[in-house]
């Protein structure tokens, strides 16, 4: 009898919208979306009243099927059913269920991501809590609209090799750039990359300008990467795990940007934790013993070192001075703050180097390791100089 009654009702309710204007057809529909949500039925009534919304999907209005998503997107007791017919809707009303819906499963999500929506993406990238395996579709075929969004969203469990992705694919953009690099928790490997993308960026544009020759801006670009990677190495050895540093020195071998250059800037900046773990590698030694065999003083261990990690012969002096210097001055795993010195190449260190320089034959490897000692005092001189400055401003 309760559940006859409860379908004369429906039969009714729906007779009655048949007929009924648009905008109080859309009103009913809310009521009855909200009776189904938080009035006290019985089971058959709920069914009637579910069925009733299952109906009113076929409404010719889309303005029934809005009041239905405003209604129900944001809560569990919704019908599934329901929801996943209005999530499949376009325009505002699909992208509001996706936005809100607690009932869309991590799999439905993930099957609307690979179908290729920008403003369907973008819709589940804003959603209060994004899970991982959302959001790593989200970076792999997203949309940059849907990526930023995700990026920008507090909520978003983005994994790291997800973040990596993201500047693989829209690191050009400046937008995504800057929302990345605003992104705590942003991987050394996804954060090096970006730095990457924008000095590639920076240099093709001066080209086109002709502001500098090609081989001058690369060389520039190429240094300021340099400069940028042992800063983020220097961050890792002080606040994580010596595996993070690592993991990031297998990176740079990967990416062929674990250059000598590189591994001999870390050493003038005081870095001694990225050239163990950069030797390491080279060598195929563990990294206590690359560790022991450069402390050796007498200079034939490290000798040996050197060689076995394939670095450049003309620059091993440099090496070897620029490590007795960190070594005596007690650099190993000390940050700039302990040593009360600003970031970056360290002056002392590298005129000491040069001075060992002076007397050397001049001429092929050697000049070009010396010019570029040269340039790396300036920048060091121009680094102390900016210290000094904000020291005395402050």
């Known amino acids: 009898m309760i559940a006859w009654a409860a379908a004369m009702i429906v039969r009714q309710f729906l007779k009655w919208v048949k007929t009924a204007p648009a905008t109080e057809r859309a009103d009913a529909t809310g009521a009855l979306a909200r009776a189904y949500l938080h009035s006290e039925l019985s089971p058959e009534d709920r069914r ?13 209005s889309p303005l029934v099927r809005l009041a239905l998503a405003q209604t129900l997107a944001s809560h569990r007791q919704a019908p599934i059913g329901v929801m996943l017919a209005l999530a499949a809707e376009p325009g505002e009303i699909g992208e509001l269920v996706l936005a809100r819906s607690p009932v869309l499963s991590v799999g439905e999500l993930v099957e609307v991501v690979g179908e290729g929506d920008g403003w369907r993406q973008a819709a589940i990238a804003s959603r209060e809590m994004v899970p991982a395996p959302v959001a790593a579709a989200i970076a792999e075929v997203g949309g940059a609209n849907a990526c930023l969004t995700l990026i920008e969203n507090e909520g978003s469990d983005v994994p790291g090799f997800a973040l990596g992705r993201i500047v693989s694919r829209f690191g050009h953009l400046p937008a995504l750039r800057e929302a990345l690099l605003r992104r ?56 994580r795990p010596a595996e993070d540093v690592r993991s990031f020195v297998e990176h740079l071998r990967a990416k062929g940007e674990l250059t000598s250059a590189l591994v001999l800037r870390s050493l003038l900046s005081g870095h001694v934790r990225l050239f163990f773990e950069a030797v390491s590698l080279l060598s195929g030694l563990p990294t206590a013993k690359v560790a022991a065999l450069a402390a050796d003083r007498t200079g034939s261990a490290f000798r040996a070192l050197y060689d076995r990690a394939g670095l450049p012969r003309g620059a091993f002096v440099a090496f070897r001075t620029a490590l007795e210097v960190v070594q005596k001055a007690s650099y190993v795993d000390a940050g700039a703050d302990a040593l009360h010195e600003p970031p970056g190449l360290k002056r002392r260190i590298v ?19 010396l010019n570029q000692l040269r340039r790396w005092q300036a920048e060091a001189a121009r680094d102390e100089a900016r210290a000094l400055e904000g020291g005395l401003a402050a």
């Open 184 to 239: 705590d928790g942003l991987p050394a490997e996804a954060h090096q990359a970006l730095i990457r993308s924008v000095a590639d960026t920076l240099s093709a544009f001066v080209v086109q300008k002709e502001w500098l020759p090609p081989e001058q801006a690369a060389r520039l670009t190429k240094e300021a990467c340099e400069k940028a990677t042992v800063a983020i190495a220097q961050d890792l050895a002080h606040e």
């Open 48 to 60: 009637a009243a579910e069925a009733a919304l299952l109906l009113l999907l076929d409404d010719p």
């Open 351 to 369: 005129e000491r180097v040069l001075e060992q320089h002076r007397n050397m034959p001049a001429g092929g490897e050697i000049d070009h390791i």
